[in-house]
């Protein structure tokens, strides 16, 4: 298991993010990457899956013996160009608000490893404003989104509703039943619950993908 360990850390310095902002983003307790590393715990296989699918690796590279050298890491990911990104608007971590799609001034880089061989222009970027979905986003935070209509269920997206309410919530249905929730990370907040004929009201902006954030709090 060490050298899982060993190849979780590898790529999250080559993805210039610290231990936290791995967390965060992989959406791992806090202090998960602390514990593996003391020998404390160890991930589990479906833990490990999901860290794959975020670094965009196959499950079997965890377990191969790499040699961490510049030469490798530079092998590893040898695409230089960055995307940049307007930060078009923002999108609420609550119910009340809209998502407005105008130019904030604000632009983010975002590395090509998290664009891979999708198509550039089905990504936007928008604020988050509010706490609904807090400690995953935080107010003021900016989430790389790609557009799609349709999210599998337990997916974080961009969703609006109601005519021109917008929210960032997990989005929960079964297949199949006309029923679809929306569901906040802050338990102050209530689930908002939409069915029948409401759901022709409803639409998926896109998937969040990507949190980027000026500052984590240790």
């Not at 231990?19 to 590393?37: C, H, S, V």
């Not at 608007?89 to 904030?104: L, M, N, P, Q, R």
């Not at 222009?121 to 799609?148: A, H, Q, T, W």
């Not at 109601?162 to 906040?184: D, I």
Request: glycine share 6%; with cysteine; charged share 25%.
């Amino acid at each position: 298991m060490y050298i899982t360990v060993k190849n979780i850390l590898l790529v999250m310095n080559q993805m210039g993010l610290n231990e936290r902002q791995f967390e965060i983003n992989a959406n791992l307790p806090n202090g998960t990457l602390q514990g593996w590393k003391n020998g404390k715990a160890s991930p589990s296989r479906k833990t490990l899956d999901k860290i794959a699918q975020f670094c965009k690796k196959p499950l079997s590279w965890f377990y191969e013996d790499h040699t961490i050298t510049a030469e490798y890491l530079a092998q590893e990911f040898s695409e230089n160009d960055m995307y940049q990104y307007q930060v078009i608007g923002t999108i609420c971590a609550g119910y009340d608000g809209v998502a407005e799609e105008s130019y904030t001034g604000e632009d983010i880089v975002v590395p090509p490893h998290l664009i891979k061989t999708r198509n550039p222009n089905d990504y936007f970027v928008l604020e988050v404003k509010g706490d609904s979905m807090f400690p995953l986003l935080e107010n003021g935070d900016k989430v790389l989104i790609r557009r799609c209509d349709s999210v599998d269920s337990g997916t974080v997206a961009a969703v609006g509703f109601n005519y021109e309410q917008a929210t960032v919530k997990k989005v929960e249905y079964v297949k199949g039943e006309n029923w679809m929730r929306l569901v906040p990370r802050n338990p102050e907040y209530p689930v908002i619950t939409i069915k029948d004929s409401d759901l022709q009201l409803c639409r998926v902006y896109g998937e969040v993908v990507y949190l980027f954030r000026e500052r984590i709090n240790f």
